[in-house]
């Protein structure tokens, strides 16, 4: 299959947030979320971010039959081996909210000196053209901090109240939407995609 001009692509994600930037640079293609179509969420399998955001837009794909893009993100943290990792969303278990997976993760590190608390969150972003295309355009992006002792701040999501910003000296929480944005890992990510995608 070409991929041609104006042809719509499927977003593994009902995310308003994630369908807004991600329409911001494939302008010559409608994104239509995933959400539209009657389609199970794909299982993510995979020990890695880049095979469940594979996986998710050769679901995506197949079940659509467009091409699609799907994206995969969590933290990783050094002293433990890099867990969170993919199950991030789910640290604390199936349907764990935020403050859970926060305190599990503080925890779990509790003890640890400020030096090894070192951590980064990563973004992976796969567009795939067909479900069976064999050369997947993967975008990775990687942003580095520290696990703080405690939380602080309001803004953001996840574990963001308990990411230390170097060069802000705060929080990820602290830090306003579009200044987190041009640091922030999915901001790399989006990067990456938009030069990869600027033939499409
Ligand atoms: P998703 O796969 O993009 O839905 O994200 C997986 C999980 O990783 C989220 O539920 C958060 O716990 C965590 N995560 C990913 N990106 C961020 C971020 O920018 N800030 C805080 N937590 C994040």
Redesign the pocket.
């Known amino acids: 299959m070409i991929f041609g001009k104006h042809q719509k692509v499927v977003l593994a994600?009902g995310?308003p947030g994630?369908i807004r930037e991600i329409q911001a640079i494939l302008k010559n293609h409608p994104i239509v979320p995933q959400n539209q179509w009657n389609i199970e969420e794909a299982e993510?399998t995979g020990t890695t971010?880049v095979e469940?955001a594979i996986i998710k837009a050769r679901h995506a794909a197949f079940h659509c039959q467009l091409p699609a893009i799907a994206?995969?993100?969590?933290?990783v943290v050094d002293a433990l081996d890099g867990a969170?990792g993919?199950i991030?969303?789910?640290?604390a278990g199936i349907g764990a909210s935020?403050e859970q997976?926060v305190a599990k993760l503080l925890a779990a590190l509790e003890g640890v000196p400020e030096e090894l608390r070192t951590a980064r969150?990563?973004?992976v972003l796969v567009f795939m053209q067909h479900a069976d295309d064999p050369f997947p355009i993967i975008a990775q992006g990687v942003?580095e901090g520290r696990i703080l002792q405690q939380t602080a701040g309001e803004n953001?999501?996840?574990?963001?109240p308990v990411?230390w910003v170097d060069e802000y000296q705060c929080s990820?929480?602290q830090l306003p939407a579009e200044v987190?944005n041009a640091l922030?890992?999915?901001g790399k990510a989006l990067k990456m995609l938009t030069a990869a995608l600027a033939n499409f």
């Open positions: 994600s995310n994630k993510e971010f469940n994206d995969d993100s969590g933290l969170p993919v991030s969303a789910r640290y935020d997976n969150f990563i973004c942003w953001g999501f996840g574990y963001d990411f990820s929480a987190k922030s890992h999915r």
